[in-house]
Nanobody, 120 residues
């Protein structure tokens, strides 16, 4: 079994910054893709950013140039650095990890979600 723990959310003023973290623990052989999604009230969950095992990144158009995603495989952790935050970035943010277990099968895991609120 694998557990994901997210941290770093909170309330920030427009133009501010936050850094989200998502740490995985448990029966982990390796982790393939890591990603962050978000869901605002009344909206569908959307992909914010993703990073492959080789470090290739992908971002939603709405966050390009403001957000960066990174990973530390030694710590089984993915980060989302959010700069120049806007009120429309307000949402619950979820990490998603494609975890390879010791059976070499890949499993899809989600974090519990962390609230990000951008408001003055």
């Amino acid at each position: 079994q694998v557990q994901l723990v997210e941290s770093g959310g909170g309330l920030v003023q427009p133009g501010g910054s936050l850094r989200l973290s998502c740490a995985a623990s448990g029966s982990i052989f390796s982790i393939n893709d890591m990603a962050w999604y978000r869901q605002a009230p009344g909206n569908q969950r959307e992909l914010v950013a993703a990073i492959t095992r080789s470090g290739i990144t992908n971002f939603a158009d709405s966050v390009k140039g403001r957000f960066t995603i990174s990973r530390n495989d030694a710590k089984n952790t993915v980060y989302l650095q959010m700069n120049s935050l806007k009120p429309e970035d307000t949402a619950v943010y979820y990490c998603n990890l494609k975890v390879v277990g010791y059976t070499r099968r890949e499993y899809d895991y989600w974090g519990q979600g962390t609230q990000v609120t951008v408001s003055s």
